[in-house]
């Protein structure tokens, strides 16, 4: 995949295309857009609101041609199996990665390992907004539900 404006990386950059309305009618009115499309474009916006914060992978972009829509992210390794395979310290730094997005003002609402990636050096990545609030207003990871059922099955201490 080519992607316009990227600088000529000194390795090969890993992509995931996640994609919607791919198969849709051509015939179907200007700008509409099936749920799982408005899913889409609502991750990426999302995704746009987190650029620049470390959390989640780099967002290259979300494209949108006759109505078929592709959400290009950096590929950030596999799902992670289940939270008890991570150190304290890994289950530490994922938590915070978690109270970072809540100070960024969004809400995941899916916490859970299948949202969460793991690379080959062990790094974590929460991945898949599509379900995200953005606006959330935080109240800190002793008052707020997401982060304390978080920190519950995480099985770490707040």
Known sequence: MYLEGLKPAPKPVHVVVKLADWERDSEAPEGSQTPYGKSL????????????????????????????????????GKRLPDFGSL???????????????????????????????VN????????DF???KLGHKCKGSRRCSELKDFAEHLQIVV
């Open 41 to 76: 474009c609502y991750e990426a916006k999302i995704y746009h609101h987190l650029v620049g914060s470390n959390i989640g992978p780099h967002f290259y972009g979300v494209f949108n041609n006759s109505g078929s829509i592709a959400l290009v992210l950096e590929y950030k």
């Open 120 to 127: 080959k050096e062990g790094d974590l990545t929460i991945v």
């Open 87 to 117: 150190t304290d310290d890994r289950k530490q730094m994922l938590f915070n990665q978690a109270c970072n997005l809540h100070s960024l003002g969004v809400k995941h609402k899916y916490l859970a390992p299948r949202n969460v990636l």
């Open 130 to 132: 599509h379900r995200s």
